[in-house]
């Protein structure tokens, strides 16, 4: 739309500039008072600028975590969200390609049934079936590892069903000339659907990697062990600290750092990202 | 080098389609063989037989004198040119091209020679290090082509690979693909629903009309002596006209020319000559006819029109000159020798003089 209406502009900047506040406002006041002291935030006037200890606090939590409320250093929670989420991204992805390569490429009995029962499993969130999902990852002593965080999340019905649409847009002609090329089936999907579902690749890498890093129940629920904490449910812990008024200035000093990583994600990603969601190359 | 030869080959498919009905055809070593048929004939589904593309349901199919029915696309030592040319969309027209031989474990330099070869023969030199989508359609044609030639197969495979180009471009490569075909001698398959590429690239034409062979030969003989009525009306521009007649309007129509109740008789278009009414041959067609349209193209004119005797629509071409005016009744005639007889189920009389 090419207009000149300076009222339009003015309102339609008004109501932008108003979204923007609303969303940015909370990470700035968790981002000022994690730098100050924090009695400063108990006494319940909220200082709208930056304070003097942005150092101390941030220094405080990535060293020795926040013991007195239960948690460990940050640094290790961290590091535990930063894998769980790769794993998660990673095999989804890695899951969903083979699956819908199967899906679309052969001709094996109950093909569609197949299909059909990874799309229902799209209805069923994991917290419908947490509670069986908990009985079996601990019947096979996959509490407390990585495994066990991991793994009943990998399984994806989404990403599966978007490489699937994707696939089915490409010419059959396409795997038809591979095999008169001499190509194998794991040839023909190494050399030809991997490249051509790269801007879908890390589209969903995105996506999963923030869904990934977001996990606050499951964690909850398979670890008992501070090494495996993940950051999200850290948080949590701290915030919860039962005998003791909360270290606010720390807690949201973990806040900030816990925000990072999926953005830098998002922001390393998002040319694309966008490409991935907007363009197909064919 | 290779022969390739198909008996009773069928393919049906899962619901009781029958794509291709009895197929038997030799096509003799380095010839050009050209599959051609309306929309929906069999013809690209025969193709794809002969590619291993598809499984048939009875019947054989020979290279060279050894059954490859249940061989393997890249066992047969086939390239196939596919009509929207299927180049990989990610890979430059150098990889495009070396992909097949790379997976044959061809050694590195013979690759590179081969391609750079095909891409001089081909024109195609400039852009190896191109993307598909950064060249014009009949580039990407001719890189389709090149992925084909670096090969080396024994058979080439053509799938309309021309109908996806504006007029032109389909001229010149309908000739070059002629030019490369007869320089390389490779025999090989060409399916088109064009039957101006097939009278001009076939040294063997076959003629298909659901999922059956009406007529094989070489195009001229099949253009002259159509076996079904089909063909006639099939090979040819604009198609030959067929008069369905009676016994008794036979004999009032054609002069010493015998045909059975219920027949047929053809004529081309080009064949018929205006002449005065009274004027007629000593043997052979004399029609009258109501003119209903004229139509000019450059120099000359084709006139349609609803013959006085007989069932069926009429075209002649005539220089532009001469045309008549719509709404005029005129004659028509043409010599015995030039008609066609047809029995009433459609196939060729051989009595035809």
New interface residues.
């Given amino acids: 739309m090419v207009e000149n209406r300076p009222a339009f502009t003015i309102t339609a900047h008004a109501v932008l500039a108003l979204g923007v506040a609303f969303m940015v406002a909370p990470v700035w006041l968790a981002f000022v008072a994690s730098t100050h002291p924090g009695a400063d935030f108990l006494s319940g006037r909220l200082p709208l600028w930056p304070g003097p200890d942005f150092v101390k606090n941030y220094g405080a939590v990535l060293s020795q975590g926040v013991s007195k409320a239960g948690a460990p250093a940050i640094a290790g929670m961290l590091a535990n969200s930063l894998v769980m989420a790769t794993l998660i991204a990673v095999g989804k992805i890695a899951i969903s390609l083979l699956s819908a390569f199967a899906i679309v490429y052969f001709r094996f009995p109950f093909r569609v049934a197949a299909f059909w029962i990874i799309f229902l499993t799209l209805m069923l969130p994991v917290e419908v079936r947490i509670l069986p999902t908990f009985e079996v990852v601990s019947q096979l002593g996959l509490l407390n590892s990585y495994a066990g965080l991991t793994v009943p999340l990998i399984a994806s019905a989404t990403a599966t069903f978007l490489f699937r649409q994707f696939f089915m847009t490409l010419?059959d002609?396409?795997a038809?000339?591979?095999?008169?090329?001499?190509?194998s089936a794991m040839?023909f999907f190494r050399?030809?659907l991997l490249?051509?579902s790269?801007t879908n690749i890390a589209a969903l890498f995105v996506i999963l990697f923030v869904y990934g890093w977001n996990q606050y129940l499951w964690p909850l629920l398979v670890t008992s062990d501070p090494s495996y904490y993940t950051i999200v449910m850290g948080i949590q812990r701290m915030a919860r600290a039962a005998d003791d008024t909360p270290l606010w200035h720390l807690v949201m000093a973990t806040t900030i750092l816990a925000l990072l990583p999926p953005v830098l994600v998002v922001v390393a990603m998002q040319r694309l990202f966008v490409k991935g969601l907007v363009e197909t190359?064919? | 080098m290779a022969e390739v030869a198909l008996r009773q080959v069928s393919k049906t498919y899962a619901g009781g389609v029958a794509a291709v009905r009895d197929v038997s055809l030799m096509i003799p070593d380095g010839n050009l063989c050209v599959l051609v048929g309306p929309s929906g004939c069999g013809k690209s589904t025969l193709l794809r037989i002969v590619?291993g593309?598809e499984a048939i349901t009875a019947g054989e199919v020979l290279l060279d004198g050894e059954v490859v029915n249940h061989r393997?696309?890249?066992e047969r030592d086939?390239?196939?040119v596919?009509?929207?040319y299927?180049?990989?969309?990610?890979m430059s027209v150098y990889d495009n091209m070396a992909?097949?031989l790379r997976?044959?474990r061809v050694p590195a330099d013979a690759i590179d020679a081969r391609v750079r070869e095909a891409a001089r023969m081909l024109q195609i030199a400039d852009f190896l290090d191109r993307k598909p989508?950064e060249l014009s359609g009949g580039q990407r044609q001719r890189v389709a082509m090149g992925?084909a030639v670096v090969r080396r197969p024994k058979v080439f495979l053509f799938d309309e690979p021309l109908s996806n180009l504006d007029a032109k471009l389909r001229g010149s490569m309908r000739v070059e693909i002629r030019r490369l075909q007869r320089s390389f001698g490779t025999t090989s398959i060409y399916v088109t629903h064009d039957q101006l590429e097939a009278m001009t690239l076939a040294d063997l034409l076959v003629v298909m009309n659901a999922g059956r062979v009406e007529q094989i030969g070489p195009p001229l003989e099949i253009y002259e002596r159509p076996a079904t009525t089909f063909v006639a009306t099939f090979i040819g521009a604009p198609p030959m006209n067929l008069l369905h007649v009676t016994a008794a309007e036979a004999a009032a129509l054609a002069r010493g020319v015998p045909l059975p109740e219920g027949g047929v008789i053809g004529v081309r278009p080009d064949e018929l000559i205006l002449a005065d009414a009274d004027v007629r041959p000593a043997a052979g067609l004399a029609l009258n006819f109501a003119v209903r349209a004229v139509e000019r193209i450059g120099p000359e004119c084709l006139v349609y029109g609803s013959p006085e005797i007989g069932r069926g629509d009429l075209v002649i071409r005539v220089s532009g000159a001469t045309a008549p005016t719509p709404g005029k009744t005129v004659c028509a005639v043409a010599p015995a020798d030039r008609l066609h007889l047809f029995a009433p189920s459609g196939t060729r009389l051989h009595s035809t003089p």
Avoid: V
């Fill in positions: 010419p002609e396409l038809e000339a591979a095999r008169i090329d001499g190509a040839g050399d030809i490249p051509l790269r190359e064919k | 590619a593309l393997e696309p890249a086939i390239a196939m596919f009509q929207n299927a180049l990989y969309p990610h992909y097949g997976n044959r989508r992925r």
